[in-house]
T-cell receptor, first 110, second 112 residues
Framework: GEDVEQSLFLSVREGDSSVINCTYT??????LYWYKQEPGAGLQLLTYIFSNMDMKQDQRLTVLLNKKDKHLSLRIADTQTGDSAIYFC??????????FGDGTTLTVKP | DVKVTQSSRYLVKRTGEKVFLECVQDMDHENMFWYRQDPGLGLRLIYF???????EKGDIPEGYSVSREKKERFSLILESASTNQTSMYLC???????????FGPGTRLTVT
């Protein structure tokens, strides 16, 4: 079945770049997503990428997709303390549902 | 902007009570979802609805039911609440073609 794996924790210093990695199993996924969850809140869509793209950039966020290796990454440039949150990778599955990873907790140290 | 609202941010109920969690979205989305989120277990899909009066079981439907009488509203029902249903409940909605999901703020339910 579908599965999405991501590392659980990442710690960076303020001003550095953060790279959060994700692997997925469903090669038929059309869209892949990144969500952010701040403490006590719901998930917020950050960005998504269509499977025929290699890269998508949106301000400080860069998404890289390696479809051959089923690897997705999210790079946050100039990471700020406000970027501290849990980041979820997800892939679309059939009939409009998504499979989510367990989330990567990003800690940004001043 | 898509807005998904949930009826309560925090709820405390007693074991055996019937609990209703309501979710409303304002963007005419076809798909709506109920998840629960527990530490170490990630996001688990309880139920999914792809149209009014249509529903599909997710990964953990036991102990829950749902109702979708109107397109904008999706209700999660705990028929007889138990302590193992203490959790954060998240509602979401989505629309084709890209199916990105828009989440509500969550309801933290405590069953004592």
């Amino acid at each position: 079945g579908e599965d999405v794996e991501q590392s659980l924790f990442l710690s960076v210093r303020e001003g550095d770049s953060s790279v959060i990695n994700c692997t997925y199993t469903d090669s038929s996924s059309t869209y892949l997503y990144w969500y952010k969850q701040e403490p006590g809140a719901g998930l917020q869509l950050l960005t998504y990428i269509f499977s025929n793209m290699d890269m998508k950039q949106d301000q400080r966020l860069t998404v890289l997709l390696n479809k051959k290796d089923k690897h997705l990454s999210l790079r946050i440039a100039d990471t700020q303390t406000g970027d501290s949150a849990i980041y979820f990778c997800a892939e679309d599955t059939n009939a409009g549902k998504s499979t989510f990873g367990d989330g990567t907790t990003l800690t940004v140290k001043p | 902007d898509v807005k998904v609202t949930q009826s309560s941010r925090y709820l405390v109920k007693r074991t055996g009570e019937k609990v209703f969690l309501e979710c409303v979205q304002d963007m005419d989305h076809e798909n709506m979802f109920w998840y629960r989120q527990d530490p170490g277990l990630g996001l688990r899909l309880i139920y999914f609805s792809y149209d009014v009066k249509m529903k599909e079981k997710g990964d953990i439907p036991e102990g829950y039911s749902v109702s979708r009488e109107k397109k904008e509203r999706f209700s999660l029902i705990l028929e007889s609440a138990s302590t193992n249903q203490t959790s954060m409940y998240l509602c979401a909605s989505s629309l084709p073609p890209s199916y990105e999901q828009y989440f509500g703020p969550g309801t933290r339910l405590t069953v004592t």
